[in-house]
């Protein structure tokens, strides 16, 4: 089946500082990988959609120079937390879809993100 | 803006049948229903997914209603494993999410 690797898993920096997270679909091509934060005890909310050799598109609310997505190949995405502040603590997930309907989207294992 | 919604928590036994509901009245003709589970600091994990036929896996059963409005989903002999977030959605371009049911499946 469809494979989403998600690196790092856990990440600790300090206020201020920038943090680079990584979703690979490993055995297939991805067009279109998704970028999900989740606070505790809530749902998935969507962040951005990452399109491959074009920008990303954003959901209303989420602020694109903070959070910079680069979607350079077709079987990487990665996204920056810019000046990280604790507030942007948080679990970001990715997910992308094989292009067959039959595995649905296929998600990344998460990243837990702890700015101090 | 999530086009589903479910109830927010349920109990269950283990060895018995659970039954998760999910209205969808809302959604289009061609977008399909999808379930998905987040077992706790996980990523969601895609369990079973139809657009008007019932459907069965090795995981769980779906049904769905004939207007499209509402389906079920059934995981027919549920362990304690199975305790998570069920997410019902559709696959408008975007896939979203709305509250889920948290499920405890119970010894």
């Known amino acids: 089946g469809a494979v989403v690797s998600q690196h790092p898993s856990r990440v600790i920096c300090k206020s201020g500082t920038s943090v680079k997270i990584e979703c690979r679909s490993l055995?297939?091509?991805?067009?279109?990988m998704f970028w999900y934060r989740q606070f505790p005890k809530q749902s998935l909310m969507l962040m951005a959609t990452?399109?491959?050799?074009?920008?990303?598109?954003?959901e209303q609310g989420v602020e694109k120079d903070k959070f910079l997505i680069n979607h350079a190949s077709l079987t990487l995405s990665t996204l920056t937390v810019t000046s990280a502040h604790p507030e942007d603590s948080s679990f970001y997930i990715c997910s992308a879809k094989e292009g067959q309907h039959h595995y649905g989207y296929t998600f990344g294992s998460g990243t837990r993100l702890t700015v101090v | 803006d999530a086009k589903t919604t479910q109830p927010p928590s349920m109990d269950c036994a283990e060895g018995r049948a659970a039954n998760l509901p999910c209205n969808h009245s809302t959604i289009s003709g061609n977008e399909y229903v999808y379930w998905y589970r987040q077992i706790h600091s996980q990523g969601p994990q895609y369990i079973i997914h139809?657009?008007?036929n019932n459907e069965t896996n090795e995981m769980a059963s779906l049904i769905i209603t004939e207007d499209r409005k509402s389906s079920t989903l059934i995981l027919p002999h549920a362990t304690l494993r199975d305790t998570a977030v069920y997410y019902c959605?559709?696959?408008?371009?975007?896939?979203?999410f709305g509250a889920g049911t948290t499920v405890t499946v119970r010894a």
């Open positions: 959605t559709s696959n408008d371009y975007k896939l979203s």
């Open positions: 990452s399109n491959e050799g074009s920008k990303a598109t954003y």
């Open positions: 055995d297939f091509q991805a067009t279109t």
């Open positions: 139809g657009l008007k």
